[in-house]
């Protein structure tokens, strides 16, 4: 399944609305009291730009995002295999 940014009209289960209820929860924490409606629709609008930007950033650059993967093994017994990335495609 690909990762969502979302959309103000498909803001379900995505990256947008995972900042926004991040941003509930830490306005809470932080605050002491729930964060205003006033200003929801900007927002969402503000959280979902801010997604599908690091979306477009992270597919632009998605090899250089891991360029070594160490393998191991759980017992510790043997050496480290470290294999180079040479090419990634996110699932974006």
Not at 31 to 60: I, M, N, W
Not at 84 to 91: A, F, G, H, R, S
């Amino acid at each position: 399944m690909a990762l969502k940014a979302g959309r103000v009209s498909d803001f379900g289960n995505s990256l947008a609305e995972a900042m926004e209820l991040a941003m509930k929860d830490e306005w809470l924490a932080v605050k002491g009291f729930a964060l205003p409606e006033q200003g929801s629709e900007d927002r969402r609008l503000l959280f979902v730009a801010f997604a599908r930007g690091l979306f477009t950033y992270l597919k632009a650059h998605e090899d250089e995002v891991i360029t070594r993967i160490t393998l191991r093994e759980d017992t510790g017994i043997g050496a480290d295999e470290i294999n180079l990335v040479t090419q990634l495609e996110l699932n974006l």
